[in-house]
């Protein structure tokens, strides 16, 4: 890694004894999408990618993935776990009562894959659980791509094999508000005779710099996301192009409303070539995941009308608590200029433009909405969400966006 880029080393003791935790590891195991979706991917791609073969799981946590592998029919599997976890893993698959079928098939090995001279051979697949918020929050990816440039013999197959970051703009009145609350906290003048005034503003940066992870009605976004599908294959994407993502958009607002931010989710592949492809989705249309989805609020929402178009772009920059730092630019005027992505040391300084709207977030400093219950919501209208159909044609308007959020 260049010097220039921010490490995660620092970051590892708790990183890694966050996840030496049994309750995290159950947290994600009863995630039965993301587990169940794993578990099809292997077996289904059993006689392809894993009977016989050697197979490498990086960052094998509680060792799901490797279980899987094994009875898929794998060879060996080399479970490549640095934290306390691996301890666990060993004694589960060293059990002399119980797991018969893993005795003498999987090798676990207490390091991070960077590691020098691990005891590991050349592999013909790799499998992986390295995803976080957005796809890429914790920085996993990294040691995924670099376990392929290490470890997989060429042709060989990598579960997942391909993500997909979509994007949307989105109305939420009720989180601005709240959201706005907080900050407003600090405006007050006299509490218990103490003037808060002056650290407003620096809550109204804080509060709306922290992105919102959770689940949200699909009903509350604008438009479609798929014009704003960024793909990435794991299979070449390297380690630089991973700390260092530039996300180009463009939206046709389908509804007349307020744009209170940008949502994010993913998708995941699994399965290439002669294999047999499994599909997994996080979007808040589909069943729900421990991954959620994320939005990023504007401080000040950008009023849009139906068949106007939005455009801009979204940069994930690497930092060094294991995360990313995103900057976005968008408008809804054809006529406005916005900056490069690439100008990012000017980005904080731009003069307001009431057609432009621009934010920092880092990912990290995550807070939490769980507001949306589906199944428990009353019976839903555009306009219960202040969004407001197009006079003409409605019908051709909302087809493909009927077809997304049902």
């Known amino acids: 890694m260049s010097n220039n880029v921010p490490g995660v080393e620092h970051r590892d003791p708790q990183y890694f004894g966050y996840y030496a935790q049994l309750q995290h590891q159950q947290n994600m195991l009863q995630d039965t999408v993301r587990t169940s979706t794993y578990r099809s991917s292997i077996l289904l791609n059993g006689p392809a990618s894993f009977k016989d073969k050697l197979v490498m799981d990086v960052g094998a946590g509680s060792g799901i993935l490797s279980y899987f592998a094994v009875q898929a029919g794998a060879k060996k599997v080399y479970a490549v ?83 997909s970051i979509f994007l949307a703009p989105f109305t939420d009145a009720t989180l601005w508000t709240e959201t706005m ?118 401080k000040e929402p950008l009023a849009v009308n139906a068949q106007q178009r939005v455009r801009g772009w979204m940069r994930c920059v690497v930092n060094d608590m294991r995360s990313y730092t995103i900057y976005v630019q968008l408008t809804a005027s054809d006529d406005v200029q916005l900056s490069e992505p690439t100008t990012l040391e000017t980005f904080k300084g731009q003069e307001h433009h009431p057609l432009v709207r621009r934010g920092v977030w880092e990912l990290h400093e995550q807070t939490y909405n769980y507001n949306y219950m589906p199944g428990m919501m009353p019976e839903h209208q555009p306009e219960y969400a202040c969004l407001y159909e197009p006079e003409l044609s409605p019908q051709d308007v909302m087809e493909t966006y009927e077809d997304f959020v049902n």
């Open 81 to 163: 776990e640095a934290s306390a976890m691996a301890d666990k893993m060993k004694k589960l698959v060293s059990d002399p009562n119980r797991n018969e079928f893993l005795k003498e098939k999987i090798e676990v090995i207490n390091a991070k894959i960077e590691g020098p001279d691990l005891p590991i051979p050349q592999v013909d697949t790799i499998i992986s659980e390295p995803i976080g918020v957005l796809l890429f929050h914790e920085r996993m990816l990294e040691s995924y791509v670099y376990a392929r440039d290490h470890y997989l013999k060429p042709g060989g197959a990598m579960f997942p094999s391909k993500g």
């Open 181 to 298: 609350a907080k900050a407003r906290f600090w405006e007050q003048q006299s509490f218990y005779g103490i003037d808060l005034s002056s650290l407003y503003t620096d809550a109204r940066d804080e509060m709306f710099g922290m992105p919102v992870v959770g689940h949200f009605d699909p009903r509350s976004l604008i438009t479609t996301p798929f014009e704003g599908q960024y793909k990435v294959d794991f299979t070449t994407i390297t380690i630089a192009q991973l700390q260092d993502i530039t996300i180009p958009f463009e939206w046709t607002a389908q509804y007349t409303g307020l744009m209170h931010g940008v949502a994010g989710w993913f998708d995941l592949q699994f399965g290439e070539q002669e294999g047999t492809k499994v599909e997994m989705s996080t979007g808040p249309a589909a069943e729900r995941t421990h991954w959620q989805q994320v939005r990023f609020l504007f």
